[in-house]
């Protein structure tokens, strides 16, 4: 009897630890990132994801695959989190163009010059991400930014002659017009495949920010920093719609409200961020120029006209409403 009694014990005890676990079960996604797992992207998506797990007592946990650890690049993600291959992705913008033209403004040369401007254009743009992303079975969920964008190259730039059939690695269309007109050779391409390309000299630069040369090293390939800072491109954080629903109204709210929040720290250690490269870059014996020669300025300046042309006869009346909206606020 008293083993039956023991039995019977044991046996209720084990339903209620199955229980308990029961209750304390994750659901659990994959996020996707292209970019190193030291990149300022990167460190934005742990906090997001540590955030996600304490606001939901983890219910909700995100394992975490950056420098493309999916097997996915940024020009992947948009349909990969569509058709749920991928739960969440951290995807550089400029890799959407294809989808809404709407996602190459925030990389527009020289629409924003200060991290104000930056942040104002993306909650312009908010909306419209939104609802892009909502017309194709997924939600935006925020965007992080970049520090402003420079040029690397193997020799240094000091005037507009060091630009001519300059072979130069760029992210996106607005870049690859730019630089063309600039008399350039730009060369479309997603991260991943510049450090190849950098290593058997079929490029003699490439346009990033400083942060992606520390991430990269590319002082091994690229000693010359010149900080034009003619953009601050951002990266977008979205998911699979069918995951989000699947999750109740608490954690729903405890992802957005970790969106939030990392959305305000990441604006917030921006500049600091920037500095803290530029001393990894001085240390690493990089000519880091903030001084930018004026006639590469004004001819780089001058080039993006046909870039911005360009987007707004693919944006259209709307693209250009937008726009002006941005313009409006920052009056």
């Known amino acids: 009897m008293k083993l039956k009694h023991s039995l019977i014990a044991l046996i209720s005890a084990a339903a209620a630890f199955g229980t308990a676990q029961t209750a304390l079960a994750e659901t659990k996604f994959n996020m996707a990132n292209e970019y190193a797992d030291t990149s300022f992207q990167a460190d934005g998506d742990r906090f997001f994801l540590e955030r996600v797990n304490e606001l939901t007592n983890g219910s909700v946990a995100i394992d975490y695959f950056p420098g493309g650890g999916l097997g996915y690049k940024s020009a992947d993600h948009f349909y990969a989190v569509s058709d749920a291959a991928i739960d969440i992705a951290n995807t550089f913008i400029g890799q959407l163009s294809g989808v809404d033209p709407i996602f190459l403004l925030p990389s527009q040369p020289f629409v924003v010059t200060s991290e104000k401007e930056a942040k104002v254009l993306e909650e312009v743009l908010a909306s419209r991400y939104a609802k892009t992303f909502a017309d194709n079975n997924q939600v935006y969920l925020f965007s992080s930014p970049w520090p402003p964008s420079g040029l690397w190259s193997r020799e240094p730039v000091a005037d507009t002659a060091g630009l001519q059939d300059l072979k130069v690695r760029v992210a996106d269309a607005n870049a690859t ?57 951002v990266n977008v954080i979205h998911m699979n719609l069918d995951a989000f629903e699947a999750l109740n109204d608490d954690e729903q709210a405890a992802v957005r409200q970790a969106a939030q929040e990392t959305v305000d720290r990441q604006w917030g250690l921006l500049a600091e961020r920037l500095q803290e490269n530029y001393a990894i870059l001085r240390e690493n014996n990089v000519d880091v120029v903030e001084d930018v020669p004026a006639d590469v300025l004004d001819t780089l300046r001058s080039a993006s006209d046909a870039s911005m042309a360009s987007w707004l006869e693919k944006a259209g009346p709307d693209g250009a409403a937008i726009l002006e909206e941005y313009k409006s606020k920052m009056q």
């Open 177 to 233: 017009i730019v630089f063309q007109e600039a008399g350039a050779a730009p060369l479309q391409l997603s991260w991943g495949d510049v450090m190849a390309q950098l290593a058997t000299n079929a490029l003699d630069a490439a346009v990033t920010s400083a942060e992606g040369g520390v991430n990269s090293k590319l002082w091994e390939f690229l000693p010359n920093y010149l900080a034009v800072n003619y953009t601050t491109p």
